[in-house]
T-cell receptor
């Protein structure tokens, strides 16, 4: 059982389309990060959200943290071929001994066709 | 480049040999985390260290794996008597504090370990 369920696993769209990637859990997270990973490289941090209901924007990317801090979404407006890559959500579970330990979703492989 | 540095980038070992993976955190970071990415799987937490202390090793296999972060020098992930199933990408991350609220983890480019 995956603690963080990320969907969809694969996404293939045309340039200019909008898309949303979801990250869901039954557990509460004290924070949630979104990363992007290119082949042969490590994950690169895009954003951290820590407050329930928080919305952060990074150019054409909009990140939202659910009110109950159990889910998050990444929305890309007018996708471009340069957005192609693996997107990962990762969360730090609230309370207990999980402090500092990130739990990752399985990732979404996004392909944007010109 | 003041990012997280991992070396080697690629490491090939024969079954039964030892593998040593090194990680130098970002400047000013004293918290180090190791993750493993198996083929077709996501990143899995292995161990969390501060200088000279192991904080959480709940993701480490019980045998053959060990990690350290000495007072001086890089953090080391050591795998003894490697087996084929150890083939994976091993990533190190660092942060300036405990917990991600304003202190997120930044990742290195990983070490790709291949076992012959």
């Amino acid at each position: 059982t995956q603690l963080l369920e990320q969907s969809p696993q694969f996404l293939s769209i045309q340039e200019g389309e909008n898309l949303t990637v979801y990250c869901n859990s039954s557990s509460v997270f004290s924070s949630l990060q979104w990363y992007r990973q290119e082949p042969g490289e490590g994950p690169v941090l895009l954003v951290t959200v820590v407050t329930g209901g928080e919305v952060k924007k990074l150019k054409r990317l909009t990140f939202q943290f659910g009110d109950a801090r159990k889910d998050s979404s990444l929305h890309i407006t007018a996708a471009q071929p340069g957005d192609t890559g693996l997107y990962l959500c990762a969360g730090e579970r609230a309370g207990g001994t999980s402090y500092g330990k990130l739990t990752f979703g399985q990732g979404t492989i996004l392909t944007v066709h010109p | 480049n003041a990012g997280v540095m991992q070396n080697p980038r690629h490491l090939v070992r024969r079954r039964g040999q030892e593998a040593r993976l090194r990680c130098s955190p970002m400047k000013g970071h004293s918290h180090v985390y190791w993750y493993r990415q198996l083929p077709e799987e996501g990143l899995k937490f292995m161990v969390y260290l501060q200088k000279e202390n192991i904080i959480d090793e709940s993701g480490m296999p019980k045998e053959r794996f060990s990690a350290e972060f000495p007072k001086e020098g890089p953090s080391i992930l050591r795998i003894q008597q490697v087996v084929r199933g150890d083939s994976a990408a091993y990533f190190c991350a660092s942060s300036s504090g405990r917990g991600a609220r304003g202190q997120p983890q930044h990742f290195g480019d990983g070490t790709r370990l291949s076992i012959l």
